[in-house]
């Protein structure tokens, strides 16, 4: 026998799964057997082209009408043609010998929703191509952002309800899924070692939804097919986890795509958005997985917080080009991972809305993570864990703004607390012992030192000189926010070579008032921290102020013109607008009250679009600090959910636990303890302006 493979996840709390860790433990697993007629799994199925021409769900009908559970029956073999009637094989075409089968839509007018009773049957035919772009009404043209294809019109969903864990299944070679919207698909109150429920679960003939360590063996037929893993899926042009009207959905999914045992799968051109857990998983096997082109935007409101998350072996995978905005956690998190990925080219900002991560985690050796915009993070830009050994991981030609931390931070192994582990632990000592190679991570690199932290240029012309490993690149940045020791690295400016000594020198054309710093990369050990900034002084030894960079508006949405102009001097803004809201004992709900309010909020957040907001949960004193700090975080990504479903983009607020530690008053009485259970509203104007907060009690609930 041989082993299938689950993911262990956090159980479900008060009926919402709140997907909280994850990891993979061998099971036997067992499911239904998909085989409905006499035909044998291994033998040749014929190629239809077939036209799904019903919204409805259920078992199939001889009826006028193709339904897609029916599709997917015809096309993987179970559901013999001449079992449909007249009017629905003249639905059916054959295809030549060798083509795949595929899945075309001619839904009626307003009737292109498919509310789903139960799951669909796993996808067993090779070359199965289901495309939601021939349904009338499409508009390939509408795509105004290559990260942001248009949207689709037949919608995948779960009727209501009903539970349905997965929207499509696939388990074959060269299945692609094309243009459709999938969203609702998530489990309640499961335990806590199941499969992962998903908008899109690729794997070789997955285990059932509840498959756990005591789950019993798989039945002969499916054994033998363990090693058949699908090879080159392609999930391209889908809007997985919002419907095609762009609202947030009623009922969000738990996780995006799954891939959970596959090679050589693609997902590119994508708008993943508001899960549950991440948009993008995967699981025991992701060799050769393309991630390309997608918005990833607003993932992980209530588990799972990071937006693409990968594990188990990944050899040969990549992640490039993609608009990562937004999510909850890290924008990319790469978890004790076999193999190494390729990370180019994207847009990771906004992210750590509620956990403060790095925008970049990475466990494990010889990742390459160059040519990417990482910024507005409230944590470090990419950081390289120390345990298990992680080495050799290039960090360059990045560009990096507004971060809580280091652009590049290595983590020891002697700081192993959660944050240190999650968010990085700071600028590191120089190496001073061989043993450093082996408990941090890029094999303890040493940050370059500049000879001086101030350097005299001529004219617009600097020399630059200092020490790095011997041997090692290093790549000197120039720093716009110089408020800090280390700033974030902004802008490449050159590359030169450490010699054998450790010596290195530039000549650099910067103007004086610059600010610098540098990174070092050896291919034995990887990429450094930063050198702290050092800045560049005039002739005659004085510091020049440079003009501030430009304000940069947050946005996860592609781009509109007119743009936005911003007034350099604007005057102040005085908004007559609630500042907090107010809950009931032991609840997270937003009161009919407390929505008035929101209400109010939402509107100053879309008309002024320059505004950032953050979110202070509160709560009285009564339970433990650890259920308090709990509690406060559920009401505050309550009322953003709700700000969220209003229009308010999701990269534009932050979540901030206090739990018991900011009371009020120091008093006892039912009305404390009311205004104790709280959110805030900490309003930021970018342009740098006052705003004057009004207080309310309106929504007050006394016990």
């Known amino acids: 026998m041989k082993q299938q493979w689950v993911y262990g996840i956090g159980a479900a709390v008060l009926g919402t799964p709140v997907l909280v860790g994850i990891a993979l433990s061998p099971v036997w697993s067992q499911t239904e057997p998909l085989i409905e007629s006499e035909t044998p799994l291994e033998e040749a199925v014929p190629a239809y082209s077939i036209r799904v021409t019903s919204a409805l769900d259920g078992d199939p009908v001889a009826d006028e009408q193709l339904t897609l559970r029916e599709a997917l029956k015809l096309a993987n073999g179970t559901l013999p043609l001449d079992a449909l009637s007249p009017a629905e094989q003249a639905l059916v075409e054959p295809l030549t010998d060798g083509a795949g089968s595929e899945i075309s839509f001619e839904l009626p007018e307003g009737e292109t929703t498919i509310e789903l009773v139960d799951l669909l049957p796993e996808v067993v035919v090779p070359n199965l191509v289901i495309d939601g772009t021939t349904q009338a009404g499409y508009d390939a043209e509408a795509m105004i952002d290559p990260r942001f294809p248009p ?58 939804v509840d498959a756990s360590p005591l789950t019993p063996p798989l039945p002969m037929f499916r054994l033998s097919r363990q090693d058949t893993v699908p090879q080159g899926v392609v999930v391209e042009q889908n809007w997985l986890g919002l419907p095609p009207s762009d609202e947030f959905p009623e009922v969000p999914s738990a996780f995006g795509v799954t891939v959970f ?26 060799n050769g997985l393309q991630i390309s082109e997608n918005a990833i935007v607003g993932n992980g409101l209530a588990g799972m917080p990071d937006a693409i998350r990968l594990e188990g072996t990944i050899a040969g995978s990549a992640i490039t080009d993609n608009l990562i905005c937004g999510n909850d956690g890290s924008g990319i998190y790469l978890f004790k991972p076999e193999g190494a990925s390729q990370i180019t080219g994207n847009t990771i900002q906004y992210n750590g809305r509620r956990f403060f991560r790095s925008a970049v985690y990475v466990m494990g050796s010889d990742h390459q993570i160059n040519d990417n915009f990482i910024g507005f993070q409230p944590g470090p830009g990419v950081v390289v864990a120390a345990h298990p050994d992680s080495d050799r991981n290039l960090i360059r030609q990045n560009r990096f703004a507004q971060l809580d931390g280091l652009s590049i931070d290595l983590v020891t192994q002697g700081n192993a607390g959660v944050q240190d582990f999650q968010r990085g632990d700071g600028p590191n000592p120089p190496r001073n012992s061989h043993n450093r190679r082996q408990e941090t991570g890029n094999g303890a690199i040493n940050a370059p030192r500049f000879d001086s932290y101030r350097f005299t240029g001529t004219g617009d012309t600097v020399t630059v000189t200092g020490r790095a490993d011997p041997g090692s690149e290093v790549d000197l940045y120039l720093v716009v926010e110089d408020d800090r020791p280390y700033g974030p690295l902004a802008e490449v400016i050159t590359t030169v070579s450490a010699g054998d000594d450790g010596r290195f020198s530039a000549d650099l054309e ?16 990887g990429t450094s921290e930063p050198a702290p900034v050092a800045a560049v002084l005039d002739a005659d030894g004085s510091l020049p102020v440079l003009p501030p960079p430009a304000v940069e508006i947050p946005s996860c949405a592609p781009p509109e013109p007119p743009e936005i102009v911003v007034d350099p001097e604007p005057e102040p803004l005085v908004l007559e607008v609630p500042r907090n809201i107010h809950f009931a004992l032991d609840r997270s709900d937003i009161s009919a009250e407390s929505a008035e309010i929101l209400d109010q909020i939402a509107e100053v957040m879309l008309e002024f679009p320059f505004l950032t907001l953050e979110l202070h949960g509160h709560t009285d004193p009564r339970a433990s600090a650890a259920y308090n700090l709990a509690l406060s975080e559920r009401r505050a990504n309550a009322a953003r959910n709700y700000l969220i479903a209003q229009g308010v983009p999701p990269e534009r607020m932050q979540i901030v636990p206090f739990g018991l530690t900011q009371r009020l008053s120091d008093e006892s009485s039912r009305l ?21 907060f009004v207080d309310q009690e309106d929504d007050l609930q006394l016990e």
Do not use: M, W
């Open 672 to 692: 404390a303890y009311a205004r104790d259970r709280r959110v805030e509203f900490v309003f930021t104007d970018l342009r740098g302006v006052d705003i004057i």
């Open 510 to 525: 910067v103007p004086p008032g610059s600010h610098l710093s540098a990174i070092a990369s050896d291919p034995s050990y």
């Open 151 to 208: 949207a689709p019109v037949v919608t995948l969903t779960v009727a209501p309800g009903q539970e349905v864990a997965r929207g499509l299944s696939i388990a074959a070679d060269g299945v692609v899924v094309r243009g459709l919207s999938i969203y609702g698909f998530r489990t309640t109150d499961r335990a806590t070692q199941t499969t992962p429920p998903s908008d899109i679960f690729i794997s070789a003939l997955a285990p059932p």
């Open 261 to 286: 045992n596959s090679t050589d799968a693609v997902i590119r051109n994508n708008r993943i958005e508001h899960h549950d857990g991440s948009a993008i998983i995967s699981g025991f096997q992701a």
